[in-house]
């Protein structure tokens, strides 16, 4: 240990001297990563959550090893552990930042990969606050992503990146903006006011009157309204039946009152049974994380199977080699692009989980009119480029008309589908990529 610590021993610390480290300062700019690899943080709780996330947003130093001597609200989330786990963790998370594959535009997922598979004691813990609109959230990829956190974990888990681990909790969220804070109220089945009131009833076992509590009432005494008997035993005179509702409004009375579930987000009013359930899981490594740490996450993007998509990266040096083969040996390949126009209003009126089950449902459909042998592409959120192999003017036309009348079917009427296509070859004088892009920029005005 003693070794080992002599190989890693240029820690700096930030804030006062720890043991023998005296190799302080008091800024996280000042701190020099090519000198000092890890860095120990020694201040008060409260500055060391701001510090904590400072470094984990610094596009330099979010990878190193951080190291707490005490305990706050996020040293447990952000840091690598504290001052006795320091010695031990820093080799192995160090010589495994040696052996990274870095790009100079890492995606979503390899960053989560850079960060995650040094580190073998790794996990991603939720963090609970009221500022946050669905109530957790996960302060290391906010850190990390910034805006792309919650997208990027969905697709780190789908890419097993990372596993789901212990449940922490179980929330019931708005079916339309996804928020957690909502109000349960009972209201009345007649009116759906909610100015209701429970009032005990009354039952006379002389005479078997039934009524509130309150019409058995005379001059402070419990007698029967319709017998005249004075009720003085519970039990003996008389019993409680189900206690009955009044309500204020209309007066209707009732014996169950129906839950109604109230945004305060977005003040959409719902069932308890239209809520959303959502687990909130603490994360783990995945099978996947060295491959994507060690190779890059592009490789994820390579079709595996004929019909598979195609990454963005890869279709113009795809179209440049189909363009070069059918100059040379001719032929007729074809791009198309299909634009959802209205996708991000589809979004806002319909709410996220519906827009995607319609997105869902438009593609299963277009499946079953595309070849195994066309490419298909997601170029964005709501475009989708295909590439067309052999393909004359006749066969796309008839396609391109399917593919429009898509959003005539029941469910998907909201969606508006624009299909523009166009013949290749790229002209020689032209790169594919730089062709791409104009012809989305005419159709979508894509930049």
Known sequence: MTRVAENYTKV????????????????????????????????????????????????????????????????????DGY???????????????ALLHFSPHPESLDLIAWYCWPRSYFHVHPVWSAEYQKGYSYPLLDCLLGGEAELALSRAVDHHLLVPGKLIDRLRLCRVCHGSR???????????????????????FICGYVDDQDVFMQS????????????????????????????????????????????????????????????????????????????????????????????VDHLPWLMQWVSSNQRRYGGDNTM???????????????????????????????????????????YSDDVLILLLSHTSDKVWEVLRNRISTLGDVEGLEQLKLIVEVKALPVPEDQIAEDWLKAWLAEVVHYE
């Not at 001052?83 to 930042?97: A, H």
């Open 336 to 378: 198309m692009m299909i634009w959802l126009s209205n996708l991000a209003e589809v979004k806002i009126s319909l709410g996220l989980t519906k827009a995607q089950e319609r997105i869902t449902e438009l593609v299963k459909r277009m499946q079953k009119l595309f070849r195994e042998t066309d490419v298909v592409c997601q």
């Open 182 to 204: 909502i109000n349960f109220v009972d209201v009345c089945p007649e009116c759906n006011s909610i100015d209701i009131h429970l009032k005990p009833g009354v039952h006379c």
């Open 83 to 97: 001052l006795g786990d320091m010695w031990e963790r820093i080799p192995q998370v160090l010589d495994r930042l």
């Open 220 to 311: 402070g005494i419990m007698q029967c309204p319709k017998c005249s008997t004075r009720l003085r035993h519970i039990g003996v005179d008389y019993d409680r039946p189900l206690e009955r509702y009044s309500c204020l409004s209309c007066y209707a009375r009732f014996i169950e009152a129906p839950v109604k579930a109230r945004c305060h987000d977005c003040g959409e009013i719902q069932s308890p049974d239209d809520l959303t359930v959502s687990p909130v899981h603490e994360f783990t490594l995945g099978k996947l994380a060295r491959q994507i740490a060690l190779e890059g996450s592009h490789m994820l993007h390579l079709p595996l199977t004929w019909g598979a998509p195609l990454t």
């Open 12 to 79: 700096q610390v930030i804030g006062d001297p720890v043991q023998d480290m005296m190799d302080c300062v008091d800024k996280v700019s000042l701190w020099d990563i090519d000198s000092h690899p890890s860095v120990l943080l020694n201040v008060e709780p409260s500055r060391q959550d701001e510090l904590l996330v400072e470094i984990r947003c610094d596009d330099m130093r979010r990878l190193q090893p951080v190291f707490c001597v005490v305990k706050s609200k996020l040293s447990d989330v952000l840091a």
